[in-house]
């Protein structure tokens, strides 16, 4: 599905990716974590096209991406913070996004529904909370049935039951067999979303594995105290 390949960039002197390899396949969700700064989310720009890596490929089923730009169609991306134009209400977002995509897909309006966004549509994006907002950036990034999502902090923000919506919402696409890319800082949120973890730090991938082999590893019923266990360890080591 997707496959990075020694990737690297640099921003004027800084690494920002080094050697980033990765492989990706359908049906997962993956939760892509690590400390600010680790180079998350240059790799999911480089993804979107939004960055051009100094070295290295990206390949979107088989085909580089470099120069391309009709596979971004198939990605849903929902931003950790949404800029949409003060003036225009929710309506005249969802209605300016679908003239733009012009797609001959089934909209995928779930989101829609069970958010009742519909009952919002006249209210302009700039009276909008945070939660709202982040409402609206949900439902586009799944509106188009796209074969990959990429979701940056998707329930920050979100009221509890809203975030529940959400969450059984990413299971339900996993199971049709759609890769999802998840970033997050509250892993306790993703413990029964995610089926892999990439860990990066300092620009690196620090590891890539199933949760069910960490789980295993590190005898932890939590993600969140599975990695704890494996970066203490790997700090120790470093120490001595």
Not at 46 to 75: A, H, Q
Not at 108 to 134: H, I, N, P, V, Y
């Amino acid at each position: 599905m997707i496959e990075i390949k020694n990737i690297y960039k640099k921003f004027g002197k800084l690494e920002v990716l080094s050697d980033v390899n990765l492989s990706c396949k359908e049906g997962e969700c993956i939760a892509l974590i690590g400390p600010n700064g680790c180079g998350k989310t240059t790799l999911i720009k480089s993804i979107l096209g939004m960055v051009l890596p100094d070295k290295g490929s990206i390949e979107f089923n088989g085909k580089t991406v470099l120069k391309e730009y009709l596979y971004r169609e198939n990605i849903g991306y929902m931003p950790q913070i949404g800029r949409y134009p003060d003036n225009m209400t929710i309506g005249q977002i969802i209605e300016m996004i679908k003239k733009i995509r012009n797609s001959t897909n089934e909209l995928d309006e779930d989101l829609l529904k069970a958010f009742e966004l519909e009952r919002m549509f006249d209210k302009k994006m700039r009276t909008l909370s945070g939660g709202t907002t982040q409402k609206v950036s949900a439902v586009l990034a799944f509106l188009f049935n796209p074969e990959v999502l990429i979701l940056d902090e998707p329930t920050a923000g979100l009221d509890p039951l809203a975030s529940e919506i959400l969450k059984e919402k990413i299971i339900k696409e996993k199971e049709k067999g759609k890769l999802i890319f998840i970033t997050s800082h509250l892993l306790s949120e993703l413990d029964d979303l995610i089926t892999e973890i990439i860990f990066m730090q300092d620009g690196k991938v620090y590891f890539h594995k199933k949760v069910a082999q960490l789980k295993s590893e590190t005898k932890e019923e939590k993600i969140s105290k599975a990695i704890a266990q494996i970066l203490k360890k790997n700090k120790d080591e470093q120490n001595h």
